[in-house]
């Protein structure tokens, strides 16, 4: 990323491979830095342990909470197992799980978002991607424990949002989230995936934009340079803010939390509804 | 002769749309008159053809039971989206002057068999059944219809899935329908929802797939990922009944494949089993 000039303004063309780039920190760094306790809680009790989405028990900052995240790998045979942070059903469904585990216990859930999408598969397909995202989001929408989100990396469509439906979301400065990648939607919207530039641009994937449309809630400044040139900072950065939220969140009562999500989903991305 | 051989041979010269129908299938030709008389359902290959949504509502409504809600809502263009073709606000005015349909789902409260129920039926002819912000919208607000009501809520979904125009709002309205379905099974007001040809990606990722029944009709293509993808990314080819409602239902995610004809039928037995 040695081309891009943080002296003048970036595209959402720059941002996009910023969020994409190597060495920015992933869920292992996060876990690692902020987090001192981590017990990880594998498996959807039906089929497997997905390796593309995570979670366990976690302590921040004295809080204990249930985080859970998408994983990339470091390097290509991490990333192969991992699956390039492209979860399968199961990965889903393991995360429902551990919401569903957290409700139960009173543990805030942080969920660390950074997938280029939920993993396209016949196997995929077979076992229900489509189910087990949707499941996800009805119980996200009414789960009874605060619900922190940060987008880190990659928000890529359905797969990013089976687990960032909650009370606030923050967002790295230059990360990135949208309904399909930029190299999707101009291969379909201009028949020539090469216009993934202007589509990067249409489509209003920045967090200045998310921030504008009212679908973040904060976004949280990255070191000089962006997050690959200074991982230990960012991860800081996302640790403070995440602890902000969650005691904030704590405040409220159960029913309070509930009513509020809901009052902020049905304003959000609405046509109509103030 | 076999009584559908006379059905594949096109009378000469007038094979006219206005007489007769080709099941886009099998290419019978079929008198019109027969053809919406059984629902655009094919009497050689059953081909379930797709409807709009005003015949999909005279299906499986009582007559003159069927009152709109928010017809006011209309589709939004919150990101001023353009691309080669030209402005998404320009072709969306189009789509309504077309289709005469404010968004691509039509919402209100009828009957079926008696019974008082909150519907909304997608068509595909609006932007191909594209989730955008005023589709969200009208689901939404039928939702809490239905919770208001205590009635139950049945949505025919018809969708290619997101509106791209519409970028990270359309995914947004996964996530806004889903709230409200989840508000509606925390009361205990049932929820049916039947995927009709075609159901995939963001709808088949959120309301559509949550029904305490999930119902089909044969043949139907339901699945999250467009087939072209998948071949791409795991590089073999994929079984011919691949995302069918058949194959959909041996994989555990569609209670049953109704029958076009019976589809009234069912929805009534199955609400009288939800009323207890
Ligand atoms: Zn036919």
């Known amino acids: 990323m040695s081309d891009i000039d943080f002296n003048q303004p970036l595209s959402p063309w720059q941002i996009v491979q910023l969020a994409r780039t190597s060495g920015r920190p992933l869920i292992g760094d996060y876990i690692q830095g902020m987090c001192s306790d981590f017990v990880e809680l594998h498996g959807d009790r039906a089929f497997g342990d997905d390796r593309g989405l995570i979670g366990g028990f976690a302590t921040i900052g ?69 189910e087990a995202i949707a499941k996800n989001l009805t119980v996200m929408a009414t789960l009874r424990t605060p619900y922190v989100i940060v987008v880190t990396g990659e928000g890529g469509s359905g797969g990013a949002l089976g687990i960032a439906v909650g009370d606030v979301v923050l967002m790295l400065q230059y990360a990135v989230y949208s309904v399909i990648s ?58 403070d803010a995440v602890l902000k939220h969650v005691q904030a969140l704590k405040s409220l009562t159960l029913d309070d939390l509930t009513a509020k999500r809901y009052a902020k989903l049905r304003r959000m991305g609405s046509a109509t509804l103030a | 002769m076999a009584w559908f051989e006379k059905l594949v041979t096109p009378p000469a010269r007038i094979a006219t749309e206005a007489v007769w129908a080709v099941c886009p299938a099998c290419k019978a030709y079929v008198p019109r008159e027969e053809w919406n008389s059984a629902w655009r359902v094919c009497p050689r290959c059953n081909f379930h053809d797709r409807l709009t949504c005003r015949e999909r509502i005279e299906l499986v409504t009582d007559a003159g039971s069927f009152q709109e809600l928010n017809a006011h809502v209309s589709f939004a263009d919150p990101l001023k989206f353009e691309d080669v ?26 009957k079926v068999d008696g019974i008082p129920v909150v519907l909304g039926v997608m068509d595909f002819r609006f932007l191909g059944g594209s989730l955008g912000s005023g589709t969200g919208d009208r689901i939404l607000l039928a939702a809490e219809e239905a919770l208001r009501l205590r009635q139950p809520y049945i949505i025919f979904s018809a969708s290619g899935g997101a509106r791209m125009h519409e970028g990270i709002i359309s995914l947004m309205q996964m996530a806004r329908t889903c709230a409200a379905i989840a508000r509606l099974q925390e009361a205990g007001i049932p929820y049916l929802s039947v995927l009709t040809d075609p159901t995939t990606g963001g709808v088949s990722a959120s309301y559509a797939m ?67």
């Not at chain 2, 119902?215 to 079984?239: C, D, H, M, N, Y």
């Not at chain 2, 009944?241 to 995610?253: M, P, S």
């Open chain 2, 210 to 276: 949550v029904g305490d029944l999930n119902l089909s009709e044969p043949k139907a293509l339901i699945g999250f990922a467009g087939r072209r993808v998948i071949e791409q990314t795991i590089k073999q080819k994929l079984p011919a009944d691949f995302q069918t409602a058949e194959y959909v239902l041996e994989h555990g995610f569609i209670d049953h494949i109704v029958e076009r004809k019976a589809m009234k039928r069912f929805l009534a037995s199955a609400l009288r089993y939800a009323g207890q």
């Open chain 1, 182 to 239: 930029p190299e999707g939607c101009a291969s379909i919207l201009w028949r020539d995936g090469k216009k993934a530039p202007e589509a990067a641009a249409a489509m209003k994937i920045t967090a200045d934009s998310l921030l504008q449309l009212g679908i973040i809630d904060e976004i949280l400044a990255e070191p000089p340079g962006a997050a690959h040139c200074d991982p230990h900072t960012m991860v800081q950065t996302v640790k």
């Open chain 2, 85 to 110: 073709s030209g402005p998404y606000a320009a072709k969306a005015k189009a789509t309504v002057s077309k289709t005469g349909l404010g968004e691509a789902v039509v919402t209100g409260g009828a």
């Open chain 1, 62 to 130: 004295g809080e204990r909470v249930m985080l859970i995240g998408h994983q990339k790998g470091k390097n290509v045979e991490d990333n192969i197992k991992a699956n390039f942070g492209m979860a399968n059903p199961e990965g889903y469904r393991k995360a429902m799980r551990l919401m569903k585990l957290a409700e139960k216990y009173h543990l805030p859930v942080v969920a660390l978002v950074d997938t280029p999408g939920a993993y396209p598969g016949l196997e995929a397909e077979a076992r229900g991607q489509a």
